[in-house]
């Protein structure tokens, strides 16, 4: 199967070269369509504290999909293919941070890092969701094998780390390489202004209207951000291979799914479901995607589709088999050891 891909998918560089070119008037469509909803649902959420909470949660959850459609425009100013200019993607993304809560630059060259390595198990632990291959769980001591099992849980996975994330893991430079010293600085700096504009706004709307307002959106935001990550990258049939073995393109298609949803859903999250195309080429805007998906069957042949239904099931993948090349459930795992001894 992997020679056939990439036989069939050998001139890929060439099939979306035409999807790479940024379009202003969409890009500035996409602006006014994320944010204005978002700054207007956030108004809303603050007048309706007076009518009902239930209501502000409700409002809360439709908003976190409009975040989600700004820290898109975040990641495409990221990978500098949203707009033309430079300075513009940057501005733009800068400001969209300040929404997200997740620092411009720094968060950009974690991604980027991601991009050149994933479906690398060398280098899984930066910009990827944490797992181990079944031997290295076989490896671990007991307290350990305990910790992972809690680690990978639902209700953690998708509820605490996302918290963990967004208060800690973006707010200190954690991860850093050389020539990462400017992106280190840039974060200090995001710390600094969104500390800022809370501040502000705390005092100004008073911090438990503050609070009640913002909070929830920024949690639904990150279970869902995490759930998409998650989704389209730890499938049961995704790829992994150590750095000798692996290949761009396989990573790619193999790698990454299509998430299958309802055309509403792709345009609240700002078409990442096209997550395959979306790693051939990081350049390609999010608003050309569909249409490269569209015009070139080719590249949705061979990718694994997977519909909201189907994509529940990936919460019992837990652990990445190279025997198998497949993510496997912690049931599978000792039903193997069992077999083995």
Same mark, same amino acid.
């Given at each position: 199967?992997?020679?056939?891909?990439?036989?069939?998918?050998?001139?890929?560089?060439?099939?979306?070269? %035409?999807?790479?070119?940024?379009?202003?008037?969409?890009? @500035?469509?996409?602006? #006014?369509?994320?944010?204005? =909803? +978002? *700054? $207007?649902?956030?108004?809303?959420?603050?007048?309706?504290?007076?009518?009902?909470?239930?209501?502000?949660?409700?409002?809360?959850?439709?908003?976190?999909?409009?975040?989600?459609?700004?820290?898109?425009?975040?990641?495409?100013?990221?990978?500098?293919?949203?707009?033309?200019?430079?300075?513009?993607?940057?501005?733009?993304?800068?400001?969209?941070?300040?929404?997200?809560?997740?620092?411009?630059?720094?968060?950009?060259?974690?991604?980027?890092?991601?991009?050149?390595?994933?479906?690398?198990?060398?280098?899984?632990?930066?910009?990827?969701?944490?797992?181990?291959?079944?031997?290295?769980?076989?490896?671990?001591?007991?307290?350990?094998?305990?910790?992972?099992?809690?680690?990978?849980? %639902?209700?953690?996975?998708?509820?605490?780390?996302?918290? @963990?994330?967004?208060? #800690?893991?973006?707010?200190? =430079? +954690? *991860? $850093?390489?050389?020539?990462?010293?400017?992106?280190?600085?840039?974060?200090?700096?995001?710390?600094?202004?969104?500390?800022?504009?809370?501040?502000?706004?705390?005092?100004?709307?008073?911090?438990?209207?503050?609070?009640?307002?913002?909070?929830?959106?920024?949690?639904?935001?990150?279970?869902?951000?995490?759930?998409?990550?998650?989704?389209?990258?730890?499938?049961?049939?995704?790829?992994?291979?150590?750095?000798?073995?692996?290949?761009?393109?396989?990573?790619?298609?193999?790698?990454?799914?299509?998430?299958?949803?309802?055309?509403?859903?792709?345009?609240?999250?700002?078409?990442?479901?096209?997550?395959?195309?979306?790693?051939?080429?990081?350049?390609?805007?999010?608003?050309?995607? %569909?249409?490269?998906?569209?015009?070139?069957?080719?590249?949705?042949?061979?990718?694994?589709?997977?519909?909201?239904?189907?994509?529940?099931?990936?919460?019992?993948?837990?652990?990445?088999?190279?025997?198998?090349?497949?993510?496997?459930?912690?049931?599978?795992?000792?039903?193997?050891?069992?077999?083995?001894?």
């Amino acid at each position: 199967m992997d020679q056939e891909i990439k036989e069939a998918l050998k001139d890929w560089a060439k099939i979306i070269k %035409p999807y790479k070119k940024s379009n202003t008037q969409k890009a @500035i469509i996409q602006v #006014l369509n994320s944010f204005l =909803p +978002f *700054i $207007g649902l956030w108004v809303l959420m603050y007048f309706s504290l007076s009518w009902s909470y239930w209501i502000t949660l409700g409002l809360a959850i439709i908003n976190s999909f409009f975040l989600v459609r700004i820290f898109i425009i975040q990641h495409d100013c990221g990978h500098q293919s949203f707009f033309k200019a430079r300075k513009w993607n940057n501005r733009v993304g800068w400001v969209c941070s300040i929404f997200s809560s997740i620092p411009y630059r720094y968060w950009a060259a974690v991604h980027s890092y991601h991009h050149g390595h994933t479906g690398q198990l060398d280098h899984r632990d930066v910009g990827d969701i944490n797992f181990l291959t079944v031997s290295e769980f076989r490896a671990l001591p007991l307290h350990k094998k305990l910790f992972y099992r809690i680690f990978r849980t %639902p209700v953690f996975l998708f509820f605490i780390v996302p918290i @963990i994330y967004l208060c #800690l893991s973006n707010r200190y =430079p +954690f *991860i $850093g390489f050389k020539g990462w010293k400017s992106a280190h600085r840039a974060q200090y700096f995001n710390n600094i202004a969104l500390a800022g504009i809370f501040i502000f706004l705390g005092s100004w709307l008073g911090w438990a209207n503050f609070f009640m307002v913002h909070l929830p959106i920024v949690f639904c935001f990150g279970v869902t951000a995490f759930w998409f990550f998650y989704v389209q990258h730890q499938h049961e049939e995704t790829y992994m291979q150590w750095g000798d073995k692996w290949d761009y393109l396989l990573a790619a298609i193999r790698g990454s799914t299509y998430y299958n949803l309802p055309k509403v859903f792709h345009w609240l999250t700002g078409n990442i479901g096209y997550h395959h195309i979306h790693h051939l080429s990081s350049k390609i805007p999010n608003y050309n995607l %569909p249409k490269c998906a569209k015009e070139n069957p080719i590249l949705q042949k061979y990718v694994h589709k997977l519909s909201f239904r189907e994509s529940l099931k990936t919460v019992h993948n837990k652990l990445w088999d190279e025997e198998q090349q497949r993510m496997i459930s912690f049931r599978e795992f000792y039903r193997l050891e069992k077999l083995r001894a």
